[in-house]
């Protein structure tokens, strides 16, 4: 820290002693307007090489005062192209028209903790999308779903169908094996807890009771909270070598999130309504039985007469139908005001999202309202507050893997067409013969809530301290608080099939209160000096701290007095508790060097300490190192050419250990009454200390005709190491396993853009954007045996652990001989000595391609968005669990055995626990991820008053692939590790189409 | 230019950067007390919830070890959606295997060992703690964490059978070696004769107390009781019969009493209480359903009120994965039906089969004690070895049914290859492989 106190008494010596020398000036005034001749407000405007700007007025006016002789003007504006203008004294007035950029190349985007940097100066490849991509095409389920396919180097992957969201997202591969990989979420300044917090459903679905011993409860993450509408752009860091600035929660990458920021001039009003259908996204169908099928099936051969009478009496039901045939109705009201003077500027933004599921009793409700302040203090200080409270109820319905036979999926599969599971005249749900639970009676009468109030609040305070000509030294403080109670209930009453007659527990009532607060505040100095030599230096110096404190108490009741949910209202009850405390602190400098726009050089260090670490006081050091060079600013390149960047960046980031890691405790525990502790099955490590990823990433920047066409290709190689293990010491220990820092992953891949702005002409303007992207992981060092993980079993699909090989291979039992593309190389892999598994696939796909497409005419716009994910392999456990209950879709079928022989049913499960192969499948898929058409009325059509714009959009209307289930996008044990990809009866996918209607006052 | 405004503010930044520059408190773990206090000067109170915590651990993972035990010895047969393996790797069906990283054998071999690792650091935390205690109320504590070691480690070798397993497992980081099957039976045994000397020296009372399950098993001289009979139980796998007969005169056996004294493992649906996880509701469309050869054995005579451990499904036949059963296991009735560690039943049937060979008549004296306590005749067969041995074991079937000893008891006698198979490529396992934990770690 006392590096730090010599650095700021650096700076303010240099405040001190700087002396303004006070040269020849002159001023331009003038007036910026866009292409339709209205005033652009708060347009920046510098002098190129100075620190000296200003921005434009309510009416888009400005004047400067420049010293000197001559000088260039830069005009800068989020979503137009800049532009250099040189004047002289003679100049005296200069008007300037902006025209909208085709592609956000010129959007400033975060160049260190306190700074941003011009697109076009950036030594990274930095996602930046823009609200327009947001939520401006189709309607986005939650915040995360508005990120599928729009960026390259991600993968981003739904959990399951069900309402609230639930999503992972890999930033340039899996950082960590058994830590969590997502991404750090920083909205407006303020660290947003993203977890994902378990209802308490396993007392009755008994999940973990078998060969898993996770509870796979399906929650939401908590980034779905967040308001799409309230975006103005995100900005994704992938890797170490931008995300190095964030130390040590940076590893899985950083999503900045900017939301939307009023702008002076009168008040404008945006209200729209949207009004849509969700329904299934691809129906598998049932298993149509006959006669000979049942009796010929060893399950249901002594049910022939119930199949004969159902279906006499026309009562074989299409349980698919019945269960996941709703017809969500979807509504979404949106209004915002947005307005200011020069001094105050506000945003006020309203949202509320009503949205049924596809299977009965589900949906998603979620109001949400921003304000969002600016405020010139002074001339010198300037202040800005974000503050947004949201509310948000999603019914969830009761799905995933059990080891109860009561989720509605696994009754579902347990189920042929002749049971008669409809209720009776009066309500009344019959038993289900066939599985312990009657799924329909499940879905009318089970709840699965998640409820959420949160506020997340943040403010930023900038004073300029210092100012001249050529220096400037800024002050800046920012704080924020994300403060959230998750209250998640879930009922299983006492009239449902397993819990009613002495089945289950009479009754369960889980009531979960979860209370979340994050602090953060960090300050920091910022300080720019430009030389008359054209060279720039901008300093930067911050403290940051950050605390975290999350309690979450579970209380379960069973064995309820009647229709009671009351948790006092029970015969037994259980509570249990766990609470996470951490405080970290940081330090950060950066110096960025740029020279007139043609080297940046940009150099960082940050350094980290927490009490998740074993040693508290132990500061991480995190370096960076970034280097761009932009070809096109030096000397004479063909007229063609108005883009080459050549750059190259460099970082450290980190990844703490899972909370807790560092403690060896004991759990609580009763017997007949008195209280016993139990030694936990985690041995912990009391030096733990993060994993440490290093990212060197390189690549160009080409524009074309005045950018019109833009190339842009970026390589990376990403080493992590120290990763974290919860290695699996000897049982026998009476440890399960131990925390320790023993291996080493590397991902490397690639990242191609082609962006064009194919026709520009009045009346018409096309945009295309194509990206390509691939990564390919390897585990380069274990310290402990190879292992398995992330399933159930070997033989139902594993991924293995092991130098050499990617940390998602997915391995299974087969053949010693197994040879999947015949090159007469064996299949097989050696897990450890004596136990050989056959490599079944990889959950990496080979690669990934988006296709944007916005197309304009007159007051049409068209868009749509592409997605292609080719390879990747996923877990089918569901088509298992049909084939075991005899209800596949696709029983029947022969299709599937090289003999001819076996119907495809037969034939997987004669491969069970013999071959994997059947269960382990291609989840590749093209998906048309979004489409909206709109037209915007004639100006004049409401007499000029208010414009107003209708349109058609939808989500996921066209998905192909071949996998065997609902949806290739799925994951039973949620967002981390290495799980994902493992299907077990989700809650299907949904499709979906809006009607939108739009007026801006 | 610097108004005083500015330097204010400046100043005021510099404070900021100040307060953030202290250093950082280690925060002790939120969710649970820490392991080092706890071995370094435990409390009397902390040593109480140690031997709580030690008896809960106890009930860890069992339902899996009797469930195994029962579906590889053929008692039931576990019929379940939600996993194949309970009829597939089990049962050994077609070519599967069991796994050495399958839930079947590293969960219950785990959970045994966690019972041990509590009952180490009891151990460790009662002689090195500060608490008033004399050496007497210590040697109390010691008898218990060593005979309940004992038991544990007798299950873990149950399973892993001629793998062996290991005995001394007190420092996680450097574990004792793997034993032989019979070496670790003679450890186990010399574990529990330690335990009864510890337990002779400590006096005339616990200063602990113990739960439910241990009421009448819960002084030293009590406790003692329990101990032996474990060490009779270990001494007739060892072959020692007259161990055996010595064993059990010092244990609880009671050749009039009530075959089901003993202390148990209290299982209760109360809140943050273990229920009982071998308990399925009867007649559901999930279920254990006992194997046909014991329904054939008990229905044998159906006077035998040892028929009342099976009841007849009133929905009808259970199938599943080519098996069908009529019959739900009710051994257990209830979610808090306890599970006994070692009962009378049991010792009697032990003393009958230290007998053989020894004294025939005393071997049948006994069978009658189990056979008319159930309502049968008294035996009237061959008095060869062999037919008694035959008995004996016929009768452990019936009397021990679901509690984890038939396949044991036809393992010890050689005769795995007579437990029936179900479908043609069935296997009956020997032992569960060697955990893949413990596989070259």
Redesign the interface.
């Known amino acids: 820290?006392r590096y730090?106190?010599t650095q700021?008494s650096l700076i303010?010596l240099v405040?001190?002693l700087s002396a303004?020398t006070m040269l020849a000036q002159f001023t331009v005034s003038g007036k910026v307007t866009d292409t339709n001749g209205q005033p652009l407000v708060s347009v920046s405007i510098a002098v190129k090489g100075t620190a000296i700007g200003t921005i434009t007025d309510v009416d888009g006016k400005y004047s400067i005062s420049i010293p000197g002789n001559s000088a260039v003007l830069e005009f800068f504006y989020v979503g137009y192209v800049s532009q250099q203008i040189p004047v002289s004294p003679d100049t005296k007035t200069l008007d300037v028209v902006m025209e909208e950029e085709a592609v956000q190349l010129d959007a400033v985007v975060v160049s260190g903790l306190a700074s941003n940097v011009k697109r076009s100066n950036l030594a990274n490849a930095v996602a930046y999308i823009p609200s327009k991509e947001i939520s401006g095409i189709a309607v986005p389920a939650t915040t995360d779903a508005a990120l599928y396919g729009k960026f390259k180097g991600a993968t981003i992957t739904a959990n399951s169908g069900a309402p609230g969201g639930g999503i992972g997202i890999n930033l340039r591969g899996i950082t960590s094996i058994s830590g969590s990989s997502q991404p750090l979420i920083i909205v407006d300044g303020v660290y947003m807890d993203n977890s994902s917090i378990p209802a308490g459903l396993n007392i009755v679905s008994k999940a973990a009771g078998?060969?898993s011993q996770s509870n796979q409860d399906n929650p939401s993450n908590r980034l779905a909270d967040l308001d799409p509408s309230d975006i103005e752009s995100i900005e994704v860091l992938k890797g170490a070598s931008t995300a190095a600035i964030y130390g040590s929660r940076a590893s899985g990458g950083v999503i900045i999130i900017t939301t939307k920021k009023g702008k002076a001039g009168k008040t404008r009003v945006h209200f729209s309504q949207s009004v849509g259908q969700a329904k299934i996204l691809n129906p598998l169908g049932v298993r149509e039985f006959t006669e000979d099928k049942v009796l010929n099936s060893?399950?249901f051969a002594?049910d022939i007469d119930l199949f004969r009478e159902a279906r006499d009496n026309g009562q074989l039901h299409n349980y698919e139908d019945l269960l996941y045939g709703n017809k969500g109705l979807l509504l979404n009201t949106r209004l915002s005001l947005n307005g200011g003077t020069d001094k105050t500027q506000f945003f006020l933004g309203f949202s509320n999202k009503n949205e049924e599921g596809i299977v009965e009793n589900t949906g998603y409700k979620k109001t949400s309202v921003r304000l969002n302040l600016n405020h010139q203090i002074?001339k010198?200080?300037k202040l800005q507050t974000t503050t947004n409270y949201i509310h948000s109820s999603a019914d969830r319905g009761f799905f995933n893997?059990?080891?109860?036979?009561t989720t509605m999926g696994?009754s579902f599969?347990?189920t042929p067409s002749w049971a008669q599971l409809l209720p009776d005249e009066n309500g009344n749900y019959p038993d289900?013969?066939?599985?312990?639970s009657n799924f329909l009676e499940t879905a009318a009468k089970v709840t699965n809530n998640e409820a959420v109030d949160r506020i997340l609040a943040g403010g930023t305070l900038t004073?300029n301290?210092?100012q001249t000509d050529r220096t400037a030294l800024n002050?800046i403080?920012r704080g924020g608080i994300d403060n959230y109670t998750l209250a998640t209930t879930a009922i299983f009453p006492n009239t449902v099939q397993f819990q009613r007659n002495?089945?289950?527990?009479n009754g369960v009532s889980v009531q979960g209160v979860t209370r979340n607060l994050n602090t953060n505040?960090a300050?920091f100095?910022v300080l720019s000096n430009y030389l008359e030599s054209g060279m720039s230096f901008r300093t930067q110096l911050g403290?940051?701290?950050e605390s975290f404190n999350l309690n979450n108490i579970l209380g379960?009741a069973?064995?309820m007095n009647g229709t009671q949910t009351n948790l006092d209202q029970s015969?037994?009850?259980?509570?249990s508790?766990?609470?996470?405390?951490?405080?970290d602190?940081g330090f950060f400098v950066q110096e960025e060097v740029n020279y007139k726009d043609m080297v940046l050089l940009t150099l960082g260090m940050r350094g980290d300490?927490?009490?998740n670490n074993g040693d508290?006081?132990k500061l991480y050091y995190y370096p960076k190192a970034a280097l761009a060079i932009n070809l096109h600013e030096m000397g004479n390149w063909p007229e063609m050419l108005s883009q080459t960047k050549l750059r190259v960046a460099y970082g450290q980031s980190g990844n703490f250990a899972r909370f807790?890691s560092k403690?060896?405790?004991?759990?609580?525990?009763?017997?007949?009454?008195?209280?016993?502790?139990?030694?936990?099955?985690l041995?912990g490590n009391s030096t733990v200390g993060p994993e440490r990823q290093k990212e060197l990433e390189m690549g160009f920047d080409l524009g074309l005709m005045d950018n019109h066409i833009l190339l842009d290709f970026t390589y990376y190689i990403k080493n992590v190491d120290d990763l974290l293990l919860n290695a699996?010491?000897?049982?026998?220990?009476?440890?399960?396993s131990k925390v320790t820092n023993a291996a080493a992953l590397q991902n490397k891949g690639m990242e191609i853009g082609l962006s064009a702005n194919i026709i520009r002409t009045e009346d018409v303007n096309w945009n295309a954007r194509v990206g390509y992207w691939t990564n390919d992981a390897k585990v380069t060092r274990l310290d402990?045996?190879a292992?398995?993980t992330g399933g159930?079993?070997?033989?139902l699909g594993q991924f293995l652990v092991k130098e050499g090989y990617s940390p998602t291979t997915i391995i299974g039992v087969g053949p010693a001989d197994y040879d999947a593309n015949g090159d007469g190389i064996p299949d097989t892999v050696s897990v450890?000595?004596?136990?050989n598994r056959i490599i079944f696939g990889d959950a990496e796909p080979d690669f990934q391609m988006s296709f944007y497409n916005d197309f304009q005419y007159k007051d049409f716009t068209f868009t749509f968005l592409l997605h292609w994910k080719k390879g990747g392999y996923n877990i089918n456990l569901s088509t298992?669990?049909f084939d075991?209950?005899e209800t596949t879709h696709d029983y029947d079928d022969t299709t599937l055995d090289p003999d001819g022989q076996l119907t495809n049913g037969d034939y997987r499960l004669s491969l069970?626990?013999?071959n994997t192969q059947p269960y382990i499948e291609d989840a590749s898929y093209l998906a048309l991820r979004e489409i909206g058409a709109y037209y915007t009325l004639p100006k004049n059509a409401f007499g000029g008053v208010a414009r107003v714009k209708v349109g058609v959009s939808g989500n996921n209307l066209i998905k192909l692939f071949k996998y065997n289930s609902y949806d290739p996008e799925v994951s039973n044990f949620g967002s981390n590790g290495l799980s994902r990809g493992v299907e077990v009866l989700p809650f299907p996918s949904s499709k979906r189409l809006d009607f939108h209607l739009s007026v801006d006052f | 230019m610097i108004n005083s405004f500015k330097l204010l503010f400046l100043g005021c930044c510099l404070a900021i950067f100040a307060t953030t520059a202290c250093q950082l408190e280690d925060i002790p773990d939120p969710n649970g007390p820490s392991l080092d206090p706890i071995l370094q000067d435990a409390s009397i109170g902390e040593l109480q919830n140690l031997v709580t915590g030690t008896e809960s651990l106890l009930r860890q993972e069992i339902g899996f070890y009797y469930d195994v035990t029962s579906i590889v010895g053929r008692d039931y047969w576990y019929f379940t959606g939600s996993d194949p393996r309970y009829t597939g790797e089990l049962l050994g069906k077609d070519n599967a295997v069991l796994d050495n990283a399958g839930f079947y054998g590293t969960r219950p071999y785990a959970g045994r060992y966690r019972t041990i690792k509590n009952a180490n650091i009891l151990i460790e935390a009662v002689t090195n703690t500060s608490a008033a205690l004399s050496d007497a109320d210590r040697k109390g504590y010691l008898g218990f964490a060593k005979t309940m070691q004992a038991y544990e480690l007798h299950l873990a070798l149950n399973l892993q059978g001629q793998n062996g397993i290991r005995v001394d497992v007190s420092d996680p980081d450097n574990l004792g070696p793997f034993l032989s099957y019979d070496d670790a039976l003679a450890a186990i045994k010399a574990l529990l004769d330690e335990a009864a000397d510890d337990l002779d020296a400590a006096g005339s009372s616990f200063v602990f107390s113990l739960s439910e399950g241990f009421a009448g098993f819960d002084t030293p001289a009590t406790f003692r009781q329990f101990n032996r009979a474990l060490a009779a139980r270990i001494a007739m796998y060892q072959g020692n019969k007259a161990e055996v007969n010595k064993d059990l005169g010092e244990s609880f056996m009671d050749m009039a009493g009530d075959f089901y004294t003993g202390p148990y493992r209290p299982f209760s649906t109360a809140g943050g209480e273990a229920t009982n996880p071998v308990y399925r509701v009867p007649d559901q469309p999930e279920g254990i359903i006992a194997h046909p050869s014991f329904v054939a054995a008990v229905q044998a005579n159906m006077n035998d009120d040892r028929n009342n451990k099976i009841a007849l499904r009133p929905s009808g036949t259970l199938a599943l994965d080519d098996l069908a059963g009529d019959y739900d296991v009710v051994v257990y009735n209830s979610l808090d039906a306890p599970i006994h560690y070692i009962r009378n039943e049991e010792l009697i049937l032990l003393s009958a089969e230290a007998q053989i060979g020894v004294d025939n008549n005393a071997a049948v004296d006994a069978i009658n004690v189990i056979r008319t306590g159930h309502g049968l005749d008294p035996y009237a067969g061959d008095m060869t070895d062999e037919a008694l041995i035959d008995e004996v074991l016929n009768q452990r079937q019936l009397s021990l049914f679901a509690e984890g000893h038939r396949w044991v008891d036809m393992r010890r006698y050689g005769r795995l290859d007579q437990l029936p198979i179900d479908r043609p490529n069935d296997d009956v396992w020997s032992e569960f492989p060697r955990p893949v934990s413990e596989v070259g770690n």
Request: hydrophobic share 40%; no cysteine; proline share 4%.
């Open positions: 820290m730090f106190f700021a303010v405040v001190l303004g078998g060969g060893s399950r002594g002074a010198w200080l893997n059990d080891n109860s036979g696994i599969s347990a289900n013969p066939y599985a312990p004073a301290l210092y002050f403080v002495g089945n289950g527990l505040l300050a100095l403290v940051t701290r379960t069973w064995d015969g037994s009850r259980d509570i508790q766990f609470r996470l405390l951490q405080e602190q300490r927490s009490t508290v006081n807790g403690y060896t405790s004991f759990s609580g525990t009763i017997v007949s009454g008195s209280p016993g502790i139990q030694i936990s099955s041995l699996d010491v000897p049982t026998s220990s009476g440890f399960t402990v045996p292992f398995t159930f079993a070997d033989f450890t000595e004596g136990v298992l669990l075991l209950n069970l626990g013999v």
